[in-house]
């Protein structure tokens, strides 16, 4: 239970760290950067159907609230991909040693 407790906090820590670093790098004019670091929001916001305020010949695609709970949700997400990785990872090192 122990590492279970350690390897959802590690999972919270990255997963917060690296939404703070992704905000950092979009306000630096590095979206790019941003994107990859905060990847499962792109995964969850790619889910998510835009609508075209636009014309066909020129679209431009307006956002919803769909958009901000999908970037809701991927912070959990993040917690459980990541808290996930580190039990793999503590089980490792654990059987190494």
Known sequence: MRKVAIALAIGVVVTLALLGLAFAADAAGHPGVARALFWHNGV?????????IGTAAHPVYEGSPLNFFAFCASIPLGFA????????VLNF???GT
């Not at 969850?44 to 075209?52: A, D, K």
Request: positive net charge; proline residues 5%.
């Open 44 to 52: 969850l916001q790619s889910l998510v159907p835009l609508g075209n």
């Open 93 to 95: 090192v654990r059987r």
């Open 81 to 88: 991909i990541y808290g996930v990785a580190a039990y793999v």
